[in-house]
């Protein structure tokens, strides 16, 4: 069984970084795909960044492209989201999420991540 833990959120100015990070106790396939996601309020949860576990290769959502990295180290079990240039919009509940294995494709629905985290809250003040 996976379990997955995120911390590094928090409450920053517009313009400024925050680096998330999600631990996963119990070995994540070399085979999924990892992801973040972010939930707004009255809003649906939506797709922000995700990548291979096994070939690396990553996704970022239309609203972050350019400024957030999603990034993983394998041997840590561990999911990194490094946020720059911050805007208020940003402001969300983020969620770490992993597939089954056999996964070769990033998905954006949330549907087909079978794991997921508690959340971080991430609060950008204008």
């Known amino acids: 069984q996976v379990q997955l833990v995120e911390s590094g959120g928090g409450l920053v100015q517009a313009g400024g970084s925050l680096t998330l990070s999600c631990a996963a106790s119990?070995?994540?396939?070399?085979?999924?795909?990892m992801a973040w996601f972010r939930q707004a309020p009255g809003k649906e949860r939506e797709f922000v960044a995700g990548?291979?576990?096994?070939?690396?290769?990553?996704k970022h959502g239309k609203d972050v492209k350019g400024r957030f990295t999603i990034s993983g180290d394998y041997a840590k079990n561990t999911l990194l989201l490094r946020m720059n240039s911050l805007k208020p919009e940003d402001t969300a509940v983020y969620y770490c999420?992993?597939?089954?294995?056999?996964?070769?494709?990033?998905?954006?629905?949330?549907?087909?991540?079978?794991?997921w985290g508690q959340g971080t809250q991430v609060t950008v003040s204008s």
């Open positions: 999420a992993a597939t089954p294995p056999g996964t070769t494709v990033i998905f954006t629905a949330r549907s087909l991540y079978i794991y």
């Open positions: 990548i291979t576990w096994i070939g690396g290769d990553t």
């Open positions: 119990g070995r994540i396939s070399r085979s999924s795909v």
